[in-house]
């Protein structure tokens, strides 16, 4: 026992021994040094502290930005849908826009080719019936159709529905034109003016009197100038489509008339438009 407390004593001894006693001086680059120590560990908590902020929020960033990547992501895909769309819609449009010009210019043609047609069945008539156009006879062209106006008194003697001879011969000129036109057709309409009719035994009235005139022209047309009967039409107006309404003398001649209506066959037309 007295050895090892020996030794013990001994070991401290050496310990002491071996300590090194520091000077004031390194004592206080000591204490800096450690004050410098702490300053910086402190210096470094606050960075790790501020990178772990930072860190959060780019975290926050970028789960913002994904969000709003994704999103432009779907926009972008229904753009690209609705593109493709509206890219097919246009394709089809246009094609359908060609269709429709192609079709305009067909109709436009035939349209133009019925108007020179009618601007020449005018001129023919207007040549074929000169002799005539001072008894009340005149040719105009009024929505694509010709019309031949006939003063009832070229026709007709007063009040009778039987065609006296100068009328005969304006319509055999007349018939003479349209027997060569084979793609005319005709309507034969009666017009009166607002007196009303007395006393003319089978006629009644002003319809009678239009419907019956009308019906004359067409049957002499048909029957002695020989026009083709599939082409005619024969229509009373009666008073009801004056040229002039006015109550006059003047204006009461005008009205009394037969129009007959000549219009281009336009089969070629209509079928066109069924398509």
Partial sequence: MKIKYLLIAA?????????KIMSPKAYKALVAQRDSLSTRTETLEAQVFQLQADTMRLHRQLADLTGTYTDLQKSNNKLNSNYNETSSK??????DLQKREARLKEVEDILRKRDEATNALKNKLQQALLGFQQSGLTVDIRNGKVYVSLAD????????????????????????VLNKEPDINMAVEGHTDDKKVINLGQIKDNWD???LRA????????????????????????????????????ARAKNRRIEIVLTPKLDELYNLIKQ
Avoid: H, M, N, W
Wanted: glycine share 4%.
């Fill in 11 to 19: 070991a401290v001894c050496l310990t002491f021994y071996s300590c």
């Fill in 90 to 95: 246009a394709k089809q449009l246009a094609a």
């Fill in 153 to 176: 008194k070229l026709l007709f003697p007063s009040g009778s529905i039987v065609i006296d001879e100068k009328g005969k011969a304006a319509l055999k000129q007349l018939a003479e």
């Fill in 209 to 211: 009197l239009s419907v």
């Fill in 215 to 250: 019906t004359s022209v067409t049957r002499y047309l048909t029957e002695i100038e020989k026009v083709d009967p599939k082409r005619l039409t024969a229509t009373g107006k009666s008073e009801f489509q004056p040229i002039d309404p006015a109550a006059t003398t003047e």
